[in-house]
């Protein structure tokens, strides 16, 4: 069933329409939230005032890299298994839009930590850690995608590194929650708010899917942008060759 | 079943090469030493500082001279062709880079074992700390080597790979540091002592299978 979504002509086909429809629904959902955050809904003053609209753009962020690496290693192993050439043209687009947003989540989270918890950088946090790793697993694909000398080879080493990547999370999370239960940091506040009301949840779960559907558009643009590569280079190789 | 013969014939062809290039394990050995002893020139020589923390300096020392030798261990076989030969074998191609895998850290990875309570001494730390906690060195040790030659197999046919490696592999270091560094405090059979032992059997049942792979890949 899923193998209808194999046939790189019928995704050309259907992502030149969806693109534009994705990015301009998530562009107003994002809008939507953004203003909602940052001048519609109250202060939290637990939170650090209004450091705490960060909220908006943190918290998705850590949601989607957390989301484009599960989908970094899925396209894997369905390329992998599978061979579908599209699974390995996704893979390599999520991989630099999951980096920038690993890297988004790390700088919007230190931005807000500075006020509220007193410092950049919190060694303690399990979540902070396990991002941190995360980071280092995407820039690692790619550092290994790039040293790879052909195209067939990239996806094959990179399937193989984002399997393991997945499978080895878990136990990475483990680590980093029991070092952290150990190490407790001592000058630390800890803001603790209360359990988050509807006015801040709805503009955070509509911006969530605002940024969502721009990230999709963005990674089909990245795959087509792919394709009519690949089609470039099968065009040349027939004119290099006479035909 | 099985034909065991590859499998000497890989773990004596390791043991053999490293002893052939003039290495062995004084290359890694010197390096995790270095490592080690440069920690007081810039962390400042006071004793109470250094017992403190000698045991997790040996824990990042070990992490870092398990990437001196990883580069090698299968690109030789890829350039002389003795992987070619291996994946033609009925014998699965995992358990040779298994194999491979033990022999190096055999030759690389035990004696950094061995010299774990005298670089303990060195940073002021007792001997009855350091020597029980050689197993835990020995087992993160293997865990280390474990998923580094994940990232040599998957490295093996690019030319110096050396720094690839080490960014490939930095992710699964993690969690043997951690558990590695926390059995040491409560020894190997509380909670993180038992979290190394799983943490190394896990890599021992993925890693070879990813390796396999890799190498696969590589003789294409």
């Given at each position: 069933m899923w193998s209808i979504l194999a046939n790189p002509h019928r995704f050309m086909g259907f992502s030149k329409p969806a693109i534009p429809a994705l990015a301009s629904i998530g562009v107003v959902l994002f809008a939507y939230s953004l203003w909602q955050g940052l001048f519609v809904v109250p202060t939290d003053e637990v939170q650090?005032?209004?450091?705490?609209?960060a909220l908006f753009i943190h918290v998705p962020s850590a949601w989607l890299c957390m989301g484009l690496y599960v989908g970094l290693a899925v396209a894997s192993f369905v390329w992998f298994i599978w061979r579908h050439e599209l699974a390995d043209v996704a893979a390599r687009a999520i991989a630099p839009v999951g980096t920038a947003y690993t890297a988004l989540c790390l700088a919007t989270g230190s931005v807000w930590g500075?006020?509220?918890?007193?410092?950049?950088?919190?060694?303690?946090?399990p979540r902070m850690m396990s991002v941190l790793v995360l980071f280092f697993l995407f820039i690692g694909y790619m550092a290994l995608r790039t040293a790879m000398e052909t195209r067939q080879k990239a996806a094959r080493a990179g399937a193989i590194l984002a399997m393991i990547g997945l499978i080895n999370i878990p136990i990475i999370r483990v680590s980093v929650d029991i070092w952290s239960s150990i190490h407790q940091g001592p000058s630390v506040i800890r803001a603790e708010g209360p359990a988050m009301d509807w006015i801040y949840l709805q503009p955070l779960l509509i911006g969530f899917l605002g940024q969502g559907l721009i990230i999709a558009a963005i990674i089909m643009i990245l795959m087509r942008a792919e394709v009519f590569g690949q089609q470039a280079d099968a065009l040349m190789a027939r004119r290099l060759a006479g035909k | 079943m099985t034909n065991p013969a590859p499998l000497i014939s890989a773990f004596r062809q390791a043991l053999s090469e490293a002893w052939a290039n003039g290495a062995g394990a004084f290359l890694p050995a010197s390096f995790f030493a270095g490592a080690a002893i440069l920690v007081p020139f810039t962390m400042g020589a006071e004793i109470e500082v250094l017992s403190r923390i000698g045991p997790d300096v040996l824990w990042l020392s070990l992490a870092l001279a398990s990437f001196v030798t990883l580069e090698r261990i299968f690109q030789a076989d890829l350039q002389d062709g003795a992987l070619d030969l291996w994946a033609q074998e009925a014998t699965p191609i995992s358990l040779i880079a298994l194999t491979k895998t033990l022999a190096h850290w055999l030759i690389s990875g035990l004696p950094l074992d061995l010299l774990t309570p005298v670089l303990g001494l060195m940073l002021t730390v007792p001997a009855e700390k350091t020597l029980p906690a050689m197993i835990a060195y020995g087992l993160g040790g293997l865990t280390f080597f474990l998923w580094g030659g994940v990232a040599a197999a998957l490295s093996a046919?690019?030319?110096?790979g050396g720094l690839l490696i080490a960014l490939l592999a930095l992710p699964f270091y993690f969690p043997t540091l951690i558990f590695g560094a926390l059995a040491l405090q409560?020894?190997?059979?509380?909670t993180p002592g038992l979290l190394l032992i799983a943490s190394t059997l896990f890599a021992l049942g993925v890693a070879p299978l990813a390796m396999g792979a890799a190498l696969r890949l590589a003789t294409d």
């Open positions: 650090g005032g209004h450091i705490f609209r500075k006020p509220t918890w007193g410092t950049w950088w919190l060694w303690d946090d | 046919s690019i030319a110096r409560g020894g190997l059979t509380a």
